[in-house]
């Protein structure tokens, strides 16, 4: 497996990064955007890494046209995710409370429409029409709580 960036000492005001064994690696000039967040990218020179007696440790495959690129998530930069803040809503006390409801509200609703409705998959394409098949779902669901509860208020 390949060595880890955080093996690498990094400088980003001066733009600056030197590789486990000592070499200077050249900032790439520009920043990209990645999953989490802005990235500055750095790259040995190709006779450094080829001549590495390192190069098996933190490289992949052998050298063949670039020496090893080195990428580093910007701090401050971090994107927030919706995953991200979904968690932090989950992991907060009230989000705990909301979200142990669930299990005797909604979950029931999902069980009655897919065991007892049949409705395991969509089967409709385009989202207008797989939405209007959902709804129609919903609406034999809450028509049938409805004949329910007027079945039982008129026993009583």
């Not at 992949?60 to 670039?66: D, G, I, T």
């Not at 029931?108 to 429409?113: R, S």
Request: proline content about 3%; aromatic content about 10%; overall charge positive.
């Amino acid at each position: 497996m390949a060595m880890h960036s955080s093996e690498f000492k990094v400088d980003f005001i001066n733009n600056t990064c030197i590789c486990p064994s000592g070499k200077n690696i050249k900032f790439l000039g520009d920043d990209y955007e990645g999953v989490k967040g802005f990235y500055t990218r750095f790259r040995g020179e190709l006779e450094d890494c080829r001549n590495c007696s390192m190069q098996s440790k933190y490289m992949r495959n052998p050298v063949k046209e670039k020496g090893r690129q080195v990428s580093f998530l910007n701090d401050g930069q971090e994107k927030i995710t919706c995953l991200d803040l979904m968690k932090q809503k989950i992991d907060s006390p009230k989000g705990r409370r909301m979200y142990s409801r669930r299990m005797w509200m909604i979950e029931p609703v999902f069980g009655n429409i897919t065991s007892n409705k049949g409705l395991n998959r969509i089967g409709l394409r385009g989202e207008v029409k797989a939405t209007a098949q959902w709804l129609m779902y919903c609406i034999v669901h809450n028509i049938e709580k409805l004949w329910r509860n007027s079945e039982v208020e008129s026993w009583a």
